[in-house]
């Protein structure tokens, strides 16, 4: 059984299970394997589908904790579109991550964490509150749609999220329930925060956070890594160079994870926007977060990425050599520049993968092979995408179809008590 430590509190030992239902641990410490055995038949698991050697690799990584069936199935409802490998240019390839529901990576892990909660709370009634800038709200509220004995309460900032972003969560209605917010995201955020401090709240309505640090979001990521090197031809499989646009590095944490496990990664590089906590770190040694800037790629944002203590981790006892590990930044610019040339060379690329591309092309040895992620689809960046390359995208069919639905959000004044006495009449 998978047994996780506190990596603020190593006195913390929890399960999988455990550590799923209670996200973060003491101390706001995150929870990570204690350690991870690899895998005995990476090259058998590689000739596998998709489902099926995920199904293999999460069973043996959670243990007996949950029996092997019902990780198949979990697998295979939360895994029901694809992970595509595109040739970009010779031994360069792109990792499509945005065939999901919402057009983005974050499909993966909020699916298979939806499963994991709906599998463990065994019919206990379970609230899923969050607040979101625009790409969370989209995957939570898909991944949890339908989901029986689970609601979804949503808080935006009203008229600060593009409509795209909005229509993919507040269209839907069902057990999902949207706020939008006279205030900031800040503002949405504090009132979230004020209910999980309110026992009476918490209690009645089974709140949980369902958020980026949960460790069955990392877990469900780690199988489109094995996917994308089953894909590479197989003599090419060995050098394996991937690049991972980082924000929280949840998305490169699940990368080495995988590389724990067995899977051939020779190098990684974790490519970041113009916050560049991480690459100044590796550079100085010292941790000094700027304050946050916006950037075009703006599910990037962050100065103090949450998940960097379960890399560090990794680094430090040797899971994945510090010499193979690369992080640099790439300015606005360059983003820019960098789509309009890959763009030319005849990819379509928003500014996350620009990101990723250019951290590729700089680490990427010559006799090396290099796999970038894209981790949306170019429509979700449509404003800047379109006017940087002076292109006209059309609409993917489901950005299409919940743009033509009505928003089903309730309006809401920034204050606490009367959320609080919304949740309380409609789900209490
Ligand atoms: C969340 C996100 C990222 C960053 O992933 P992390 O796991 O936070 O490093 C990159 N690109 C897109 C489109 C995202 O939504």
């Given at each position: 059984m998978m047994l996780l430590h506190n990596l603020k509190d190593a006195e913390q030992v929890v399960s999988f299970v455990e550590a799923v239902k209670v996200g973060l641990g003491n101390n706001q410490g995150v929870f990570f394997p204690q350690s991870i055995a690899p895998l005995a038949d990476?090259?058998?698991?590689?000739?596998?589908?998709?489902v099926g050697r995920s199904s293999k690799v999460l069973s043996h990584l959670i243990g007996d904790e949950i029996p092997q069936s019902t990780i198949a199935s979990m697998?295979?409802?939360?895994?029901?579109?694809?992970?595509?490998?595109?040739?970009?240019?010779?031994?360069?390839?792109?990792?499509?991550?945005?065939?999901?529901?919402?057009?983005?990576?974050?499909?993966?892990?909020?699916?298979?964490?939806?499963?994991?909660?709906?599998?463990?709370?065994?019919g206990n009634k379970t609230t899923i509150l969050t607040a979101t800038s625009g790409d969370t709200g989209a995957a939570v509220a898909h991944a949890f749609y339908g989901k029986k004995d689970i609601d979804v309460v949503i808080l935006y900032p009203k008229?600060?999220?593009?409509?795209?972003?909005?229509?993919?969560?507040?269209?839907?209605?069902?057990?999902?329930?949207?706020?939008?917010?006279?205030?900031?995201?800040?503002?949405?955020?504090?009132?979230?925060?004020?209910?999980?401090?309110?026992?009476?709240?918490?209690?009645?309505?089974?709140?949980?956070?369902?958020?980026?640090?949960?460790?069955?979001?990392?877990?469900?990521?780690?199988?489109?890594?094995?996917?994308?090197?089953?894909?590479?031809?197989?003599?090419?499989?060995?050098?394996?160079?991937?690049?991972?646009p980082s924000g929280n590095f949840g998305n490169v944490c699940a990368a080495m994870i995988a590389a724990s496990l067995g899977l051939p990664v020779a190098k990684l590089s974790a490519t970041t926007n113009q916050n560049d906590t991480v690459p100044?770190?590796?550079?100085?040694?010292?941790?000094?977060?700027?304050?946050?800037?916006?950037?075009?790629?703006?599910?990037?944002?962050?100065?103090?990425?949450?998940?960097?203590?379960?890399?560090?981790?990794?680094?430090?006892?040797?899971?994945?050599?510090?010499?193979n590990f690369y992080s640099h930044s790439v300015g606005e610019d360059e983003t820019?520049?960098?789509?309009?040339?890959?763009?030319?060379?005849?990819?379509?690329?928003?500014?996350?993968?620009?990101?990723?591309?250019?951290?590729?092309?700089?680490?990427?040895?010559?006799?090396g092979?290099?796999?970038?992620?894209?981790?949306?689809?170019?429509?979700?960046?449509?404003?800047?995408?379109?006017?940087?390359?002076?292109?006209?995208?059309?609409?993917?069919?489901?950005?299409?179809?919940a743009l033509a639905k009505p928003c089903l959000a309730q309006e809401l004044v920034n204050d606490y008590q009367v959320l609080r006495e919304q949740l309380l009449a409609k789900l209490g």
């Open positions: 990476v090259d058998a698991l590689l000739e596998l589908d998709f697998v295979k409802n939360a895994f029901n579109f694809p992970a595509e490998l595109v040739k970009v240019e010779e031994n360069v390839y792109c990792l499509e991550l945005f065939h999901g529901p919402t057009l983005a990576f974050k499909d993966f892990g909020g699916r298979f964490m939806a499963e994991c909660l709906s599998v463990f709370n065994e008229g600060k999220i593009s409509l795209a972003q909005q229509k993919l969560f507040t269209t839907l209605g069902n057990n999902i329930h949207c706020y939008a917010v006279e205030g900031s995201f800040d503002d949405c955020q504090a009132m979230v925060k004020h209910a999980f401090l309110d026992d009476e709240i918490k209690q009645r309505l089974g709140l949980n956070s369902a958020n980026s640090i949960n460790i069955s979001r990392l877990l469900a990521q780690v199988c489109y890594y094995f996917e994308a090197v089953a894909q590479l031809p197989s003599e090419q499989r060995e050098k394996a160079h991937i690049s991972v100044r770190y590796l550079a100085s040694k010292e941790w000094a977060p700027n304050d946050t800037l916006e950037s075009l790629s703006n599910a990037m944002d962050v100065s103090k990425p949450n998940n960097w203590p379960r890399v560090q981790f990794m680094l430090d006892n040797d899971w994945f050599n510090y010499e820019k520049a960098i789509m309009q040339q890959v763009y030319d060379n005849g990819y379509l690329a928003e500014p996350h993968t620009a990101i990723a591309y250019q951290g590729l092309k700089q680490d990427l040895a010559s006799d092979v290099g796999v970038f992620l894209s981790t949306a689809h170019p429509a979700k960046f449509k404003e800047s995408v379109e006017e940087i390359l002076n292109i006209d995208l059309a609409m993917p069919k489901p950005l299409a179809d």
